[in-house]
């Protein structure tokens, strides 16, 4: 009555905590996803790919920047420059990108 909630062993009705149950498994943190540039406000997913990339990270073998992700002439300098000492990525697509001659020359020796 007058508004008092029942009350069980553990406590108050709808609280849990992690003591409550014990024997259940914990499940780890996830991992989130890392952020690779959002399309709908023009970032570059070229600067953290090309960290990936200058990291030498054996994971990245295929780089993909097709529309919507950006793709414009200060990334092709940021993804050419971090593949000139990258040993893993074999692949890079960026096809449906506008390119001026100079990104063309400048990203051509990553096709190796």
Do not use: Y
């Amino acid at each position: 009555g007058d508004g008092e909630e029942a009350q069980g062993a553990e406590g108050a009705v709808g609280e849990l905590s992690e003591e409550a149950f014990p024997h259940l498994p914990q499940m780890p943190e996830a991992k989130q996803a890392p952020r690779t540039g959002r399309w709908w406000q023009n970032e570059s997913a070229a600067i953290g790919f090309a960290e990936q990339l200058r990291k030498n990270d054996p994971a990245l073998v295929s780089l993909c920047l097709v529309p919507p992700k950006r793709f414009e002439e200060s990334d092709v300098e940021e993804i050419s420059g971090a593949l000139e000492g990258n040993e893993h990525c074999r692949e890079l697509l960026a096809s449906g990108h506008s390119l001026n001659e100079l990104s063309c020359e400048r990203v051509a020796p990553a096709d190796r």
